[in-house]
């Protein structure tokens, strides 16, 4: 006597395509195994693209940028190379001058969320009204006598 064979098409899969398409993907930083360690300053809902830029040397800080759908750009996030800083406690510490400078520039101390995420404010917003600060005007005048050497050298 042979046995009824079901005229359905198995792959070989024994879970059920319902329980694939539910499945989300895990967030980056969330697993502790990655090269970076991610700090947060806005979050990613109001932005609709991503741009990675390298800040000091290649590799090592990188800042996220978000453009909004409003066409302006915001950072979203910061990467710091794990063997740039290290964590203590629940806070992040810089151990080269480039980690130290974005984590000193950030709004508030970054604190841990889960596994190499953390969440810092964004940089506090300078008015219109109060620009240019005192450290535009100084960077503004070196960056004059710079470019007035660089043409008598010439």
Known sequence: M??????TKDNGSSRSSATRSSRTRKKPGTGGKGQYYHIEVRSDGDFT???TQDVGS???????AGKR?????????WLIDKGDA?????????????AREVLSK???????????RFQAG?????????????????A????????????HQS
Not at 69 to 77: H, I, L, R, Y
Not at 140 to 151: C, F, V
């Open 49 to 51: 693209t991503y741009r």
């Open 69 to 77: 759908a409003s066409g302006s750009w915001s950072t979203v996030k």
């Open 106 to 116: 950030l709004g508030s101390k970054p604190v841990r969320i889960t596994g190499d």
């Open 122 to 138: 964004p940089r506090r917003n300078v008015p219109e009204r109060s620009k240019p600060t005192a450290a535009q005007h100084h």
């Open 86 to 98: 290290h964590v203590s406690g629940d806070t992040l510490v810089g151990d080269t001058q480039d």
């Open 2 to 7: 042979a046995t009824k064979r079901s005229m």
């Open 58 to 64: 290649p590799g090592h800080v990188q800042r996220v």
């Open 140 to 151: 503004r005048r070196a960056n004059i006598k710079k470019a007035q050497a660089a043409r």
